[in-house]
Structure formats: C-alpha cells, structure tokens
C-alpha cells in the first residue's frame, strides 16, 4: 500500500472512508507482534502493533494504548528491512 494509507481493522480504507480528524489512525504499514513474555503474551489478540501515525508530533510521548508509533516514512523502511518472524525487542 502507499506510505499514508490508512488501516482499519487491518483492512486499507479508501479515500471516500470518512474518518475524525481526531482519530488516532493507523497508517502506512502494520507491523504485528506477538508477545513472548507471560506479561507480554496477548499482544496479538490485543491488536499491539508497529505502526505509523498522523500525529508524528506525538512521536517519543506516551500517547497510545499499548502500539509503537512511528512516522509513517520510518515504519515503510523499517517494515522492508525485517520479514514475518524477525525478532523485536521493545526497550523503554
């Protein structure tokens, strides 16, 4: 998909898809993480990603629910460099 495209449910939304300019979207590319840790374990089913944002600004605050938000054109180079089981770690 284009580097800006929005996801909803994982599913890319078209243009004509009206969304709140408030709405904390995910955009660009969906990096989705399985958790090994007992703590950690449910990220999958909690819908945890890496992901890009509309809110760039917001980037080094807490300002989500759990994901990793990163501009949009860091997560399209960083979703080239790693495949399906790359290994991550999330330091804070």
């Known amino acids: 998909m284009p580097s800006g495209t929005i996801f909803r449910s994982r599913v890319p939304l078209g243009p004509e898809d009206p969304l709140p300019s408030t709405e904390d979207l995910v955009m660009s ?14 990220t999958r089913d909690r819908f945890i990603y890496i992901h890009g944002t509309k809110h760039e600004d917001k980037i080094g605050t807490p300002a989500s629910h759990g994901c990793i938000r990163m501009r949009n054109e860091d997560v399209v180079d960083l979703f080239e460099l790693v495949d399906e089981t790359t290994p991550v770690v999330i330091r804070e």
């Open 29 to 42: 590319r969906i990096l989705w993480l399985d958790g090994l840790d007992d703590h950690n374990s449910n």
